[in-house]
C-alpha cells in the first residue's frame, strides 16, 4: 500500500507569520496535532501542538505576558529540518521512518509540493488493515525449513481447505535452518486447515498442537457418563 492511498490530502496549514495563537486555535478546532508551515506550495516546517505548549510560559513564569507570546509569529518555534515523504513510497517504509524518528507526522512532498500529511494514526490503521484484523479470521504461526518454497507450499494446503488468506508475513526463527509463517486466514475455526498442515508434515506452533480425536473421544465419554447418571424418567 502506498502513501497516496492513506493520507490526508486536505491538509490545514499556517504560514510562517502566522501568530502562535491563530496556530493554536486551529489545532484545537481540528484536534490535530501538527501544522505544515507553507510558503505559498512549498513546505518551509512544521510547529505541533507540543511546541505551542512549550512556546507558552508556565505557571510560575512571570517575566512575559501569554498575551504577547500568542502574538509571535510560528517562524519563532517551528522545525524546519523536516523529514518528508513522497506519495509513491510504501508505508511500511513511512511506519519505520515514525518510529526511528521518534516523530508523529510526515509532511508528503511531490515535486517540491505539499501534496498531503500521513500520522502515525493513519499508518497504524492502514497496518490492522493491511493485517486482516479488522475481520473475522484466525491466526496460524507455523515453523518451516528455512528453504525456498515453504511459504507456497502452506498456502497451497490452505488452498486446497477452501479458506481465504488475509495476511501473510515471515520472520526467522530462533531455532537455526528454521523460519516462522504467520497466516492470518479468513476462518474463525481452524482446526481442519491446523490439521491438515500437521499431516503434510508441518509443526503448527500456535494455535498449540491439539489431538482431536483423542478429545473428540473425551468429550463422548464424558458425554455418556453425565447421561448415565441422569435418573431414568421411566
Same mark, same amino acid.
Not at 109 to 123: A, H, N, R, Y
Not at 141 to 146: F, L
Not at 182 to 200: A, G, L
Given at each position: 500500500?502506498?502513501?497516496?492511498?492513506?493520507?490526508?490530502?486536505?491538509?490545514? !496549514?499556517?504560514? &510562517?507569520?502566522? !501568530?502562535?495563537?491563530?496556530?493554536?486555535?486551529?489545532? @484545537?478546532?481540528?484536534?490535530?496535532?501538527?501544522?505544515?508551515?507553507?510558503?505559498?506550495?512549498?513546505? %518551509?516546517?512544521?510547529?505541533?501542538?507540543?511546541?505551542?505548549?512549550? %512556546?507558552?510560559?508556565?505557571?510560575?513564569?512571570?517575566?512575559?505576558? %501569554?498575551?504577547?507570546?500568542?502574538?509571535? &509569529?510560528?517562524?519563532?518555534?517551528?522545525?524546519?529540518?523536516?523529514?518528508?515523504?513522497?506519495?509513491?513510497?510504501?508505508?511500511?517504509?513511512?511506519?519505520?521512518?515514525?518510529? !526511528?524518528?521518534?516523530?508523529?507526522?510526515?509532511?508528503?512532498?511531490? @515535486?517540491?509540493?505539499?501534496?498531503?500529511?500521513?500520522?502515525?494514526?493513519?499508518?497504524?490503521?492502514?497496518?490492522?488493515?493491511?493485517?486482516?484484523?479488522? @475481520?473475522?479470521?484466525?491466526?496460524?504461526?507455523?515453523?518451516?525449513?528455512?528453504? !525456498?518454497?515453504?511459504?507456497?507450499?502452506? %498456502?497451497?494446503?490452505?488452498?486446497?481447505?477452501?479458506?481465504?488468506?488475509?495476511?501473510?508475513?515471515?520472520?526467522?526463527?530462533?531455532?537455526?535452518?528454521?523460519?516462522?509463517?504467520?497466516?492470518?486466514? @479468513?476462518?474463525?475455526?481452524?482446526?481442519?486447515?491446523?490439521?491438515?498442515?500437521?499431516?503434510?508434515?508441518?509443526?503448527?506452533?500456535?494455535?498449540?498442537?491439539?489431538?482431536?480425536?483423542?478429545?473428540?473421544?473425551?468429550?463422548?465419554?464424558?458425554?455418556?457418563?453425565?447421561?448415565?447418571?441422569?435418573?431414568?424418567?421411566?
Amino acid at each position: 500500500m502506498q502513501i497516496e492511498e492513506v493520507m490526508k490530502r486536505k491538509v490545514i !496549514t499556517v504560514s &510562517p507569520d502566522t !501568530t502562535i495563537g491563530e496556530a493554536r486555535r486551529l489545532c @484545537q478546532e481540528h484536534r490535530i496535532r501538527h501544522l505544515p508551515v507553507v510558503e505559498g506550495e512549498r513546505l %518551509a516546517g512544521i510547529i505541533s501542538d507540543r511546541d505551542l505548549r512549550d %512556546a507558552l510560559p508556565s505557571v510560575i513564569q512571570k517575566e512575559i505576558e %501569554a498575551d504577547e507570546i500568542y502574538e509571535l &509569529p510560528v517562524s519563532s518555534f517551528m522545525k524546519k529540518d523536516v523529514i518528508t515523504i513522497h506519495p509513491l513510497d510504501c508505508i511500511d517504509d513511512a511506519a519505520l521512518t515514525l518510529y !526511528t524518528a521518534k516523530i508523529g507526522c510526515l509532511p508528503v512532498v511531490s @515535486q517540491g509540493k505539499l501534496v498531503g500529511i500521513v500520522t502515525e494514526s493513519d499508518i497504524l490503521h492502514s497496518l490492522v488493515e493491511l493485517m486482516g484484523v479488522d @475481520q473475522p479470521s484466525s491466526y496460524l504461526k507455523i515453523e518451516v525449513d528455512d528453504t !525456498t518454497g515453504r511459504l507456497a507450499d502452506v %498456502a497451497q494446503i490452505i488452498k486446497g481447505c477452501h479458506v481465504n488468506v488475509s495476511n501473510v508475513y515471515v520472520y526467522p526463527s530462533k531455532k537455526k535452518g528454521k523460519k516462522n509463517l504467520i497466516f492470518r486466514v @479468513q476462518t474463525i475455526d481452524p482446526r481442519p486447515i491446523i490439521e491438515r498442515i500437521e499431516q503434510h508434515g508441518f509443526r503448527v506452533i500456535w494455535p498449540e498442537k491439539l489431538d482431536f480425536k483423542h478429545r473428540t473421544a473425551h468429550d463422548r465419554t464424558e458425554e455418556k457418563e453425565q447421561n448415565d447418571d441422569e435418573p431414568s424418567s421411566l
